[in-house]
């Protein structure tokens, strides 16, 4: 989970429903013309069959504290070209039509969220998910990596780890599992669980018997 910048002046509530409204007319517009909605697709996203595999190697254990925990102990957005950071890229890499400023902020562009199937026109209704949770990953061993490792999870570019979503979405997940919290659009969560579980085999983590299962029920929805 990450935060994002928000509006001074509008409830985020309200700037969603204004945001929608754009959104209608802009695909009203947009029809015809070039209306393929932008699609978030992080990268390393594994077969049915190699995230099983993965799933079944993985480490069950009791899940860990949060004590000690804080997300500075995971340094992000950090710079990964130029002027632009790990959120950036992430923005610039997950939208559609993404046009950034001389600080590599992006000022216009489209995208998608897997999670819920909305789509938003501006980046700042748009958060920058960390799949398996940062405060997640520290309970399931993250709290005994060095700080530089734990840099490295929070702004990982090469498994899917990252993705551009809704950020009422994001911030209603929090830190939790999926146990306790799957996407909201039921067809994305067969995708979810070969990304978290990839994370968590490709770094190492842990996870509990209610989390294996879970995530065994969403694999199971996979045709590949």
Not at 3 to 32: D, K, N
Not at 76 to 89: A, D, F, K, L, P
Not at 131 to 159: H, I, M
């Amino acid at each position: 989970m990450s935060s994002t910048q928000t509006s001074p002046r509008f409830p985020r509530a309200r700037r969603h429903a204004a945001a929608l409204a754009v959104a209608a007319l802009a695909g009203t517009l947009l029809a015809g013309v070039n209306a393929q909605p932008a699609s978030a697709t992080p990268p390393g996203i594994p077969s049915k069959a190699t995230a099983q595999s993965q799933l079944n190697a993985l480490t069950v254990a009791a899940q860990g504290s949060t004590s000690g925990y804080s997300r500075d102990l995971f340094p992000h957005w950090i710079t990964i070209s130029g002027s632009c950071n790990t959120r950036e890229q992430v923005l610039k890499r997950d939208g559609t039509s993404v046009v950034v400023d001389s600080s590599c902020a992006a000022i216009s562009g489209r995208w998608y969220s897997p999670y819920d199937g909305a789509t938003w026109y501006a980046a700042s209704d748009v958060d920058i998910d960390h799949v398996v949770p940062l405060a997640e990953a520290w309970r399931s061993g993250a709290n005994s990596w060095t700080t530089s490792r734990r840099q490295s999870f929070a702004n990982d570019l090469t498994r899917p780890q990252l993705i551009a979503v809704t950020d009422n979405v994001n911030q209603a997940k929090g830190d939790q599992d999926p146990s306790t919290w799957q996407p909201p659009l039921s067809s994305y969560r067969c995708t979810y669980s070969k990304m978290w579980i990839t994370v968590k085999y490709s770094w190492g983590l842990t996870l509990q018997s209610t989390e294996k299962s879970a995530l065994q029920s969403m694999l199971n929805t996979c045709s590949s």
